[in-house]
């Protein structure tokens, strides 16, 4: 079930990437990128992350995703876009290469040693061990996300704002 | 429910982080409430908070801390950084002053950008884990953003801002991507764990690519070439004093950050990679003289400059040993010096809007402004890496480690490279005593207070690292990584 289930949303999820980058319009590539995110969020439900499936679902899917919607439609950017970079055929050669030169060891793994890991304690990756976690081994990267966000917030505002005093 | 269990926490070792973050916060209000008159003074503000943060994290030479449950270390290495990064900040927000009258961007916002990028640069030259070290680079990053595009009307800001955005987060990608990928293979972010876990790791492609993708990503923020493109426009739009800043302080981050993950992270690849560093090394530093050469606009070649800049530095990268990482911490801090005054003095010529930045516009300086002339004529000597400068002091110790590791003909490429760079530098300074004026009508140099005692700072500072450098190597030294 488990490996159905894998299969389904993985091979899913692959065939849905290829698509936002196939389309040509640009509209058709976002929503493709929204279902990738969907399948995503699936995949990491099965391996009991609960609250990055739900991060994902809500910020990549939900938010950013809506945000890419807006700016396509707001723009009003049509097919054109990317017509000039569809005419160099010898940068889509390269980039088809360098991607199958990083994909294949990777799932071969080339004959190099691997590590065996301990399989994970019960309920890691569920909201209140992610919780317990970001709040005493994690703290700092914490704290540094609000001066992160914070410094974010800001330059947003000062840089948008349409008239400063 | 198990207890919650919080790992040992030493909160003066963060001191000078949390300086910087609490007069951001600080700034941030103040301009709230301030008028167009007090908003005059935001710089000095900014200015104390890092020597402030400077004073504290001098303090904190010779301890050797582990905390935050190993995520973070205080040693000499990040102390030794963290005092370029304050001088760094410091002397910006001193040249700021009245570049941001000038231009309308006197905001607290502007100045609180400047910390936070420089509470990031902390955090990069202190993290032990790789979440921590990818979290410093944003948060320098984004505050960098911000920066590159503060003058909002002017349109080459504008577009600094979106291109170094767009390929800044671009290469952020690569380091994520890298980092998972070394999670991947070890199972931990931990650098001094993903060492230990490398050595069994051999062969494995996992790892390899992390591994290289990591650097991509660091060669990135350090200007590398072939991952430089970005420099020159960015450079070139940004505010002057931003300029200055991401050439000086940001750069010594990345370095700090570069040097960490690969002293503790990859030392079982260091056969193999010393190759990558080495090329990325001779191109870089090639390929920014040469085009320097050619450049016709000062601070677009200061741009290229700074690339070459980051090419001697790898130098101390590529020879991986205890000496190469002290060599180029050396160098950094007198590159913050070199370039800040540099780049002060090029605010000065270049006057309200940043309008005469050519060559030309420097001719007859000499006679026109004989002190600006003479104190830029000593950053460009010291910049040309000419005795007694500290210029000089910085390139020979670091191309002497080189020398150490049997490292010939890198070090023979470093020289070779120096000398190209004479030319364009000391052609700056035929322009300012040699060249007659053409008779266009300049705005008078007119040298502000802050920043006269920003160059009469670096100038000193040039000065003496060049003819007393002894304690302060002594003092590089002792913030060495072991290889």
Redesign the interface.
Known sequence: MEILMFNLLGGLSVALALGAIISKRPVNSAINLIGTMFCLAGLFAMQDAHLIAALQVLVYAGAIMALFLFVIMLLNVREKVGAESRRQPYWQLLAVVSAGA?FV??VT???????K?KEAASGFGTTAAVG?LL???????FE??S??L???L??A???TKTK?R | MTPIKIPSIALDAIGPEMVLTATAMVLLMIEVFADKKGRDHLGYIALGGSVLAGALAYKLSGVSVTTFGGLYVVDNFSTFFKIIFMISAGLTALISVKYAQDEGINHGEYYAMILFATVGMCVMASARDLITIFMGVEVMSIALYVLAGMTRTREVSNEASLKYFILGAFSSGFLLYGMALVYGATGTTQLQAIGKAAGLLTGNPMFIAGAVMMTIGFAFKVAAVPFHMWTPDVYQGSPAPVTAFMSTGPKAAAFAAFLRVFAEAFPAMKEDWWVIIWSLAVLTMTMGNVVALVQNDVKRMLAYSSIAHAGYILVGLAVASPAGSSGAAFYLLVYAFMNIGAFALLIVAAGKGERTTTYQDFSGMGRRSPLTALALTIMVFSLAGIPPTAGFAGKFYLFMSALEKGFVWLAVIAVINSVVSVFYYLKLVVYMYMRDEDGEARPEISVAAPLAVAAVVTVCAVMWLGVMPAKYIDFAKSAFLPF
């Open positions: 990083l060891p990777l793994l080339g004959g190099g040693k691997i590590l890991f317990r709040y005493t081994d994690y703290i700092l990267p540094i996300a001066v992160l914070l410094a974010a800001v330059g505002v000062i840089l400063i």
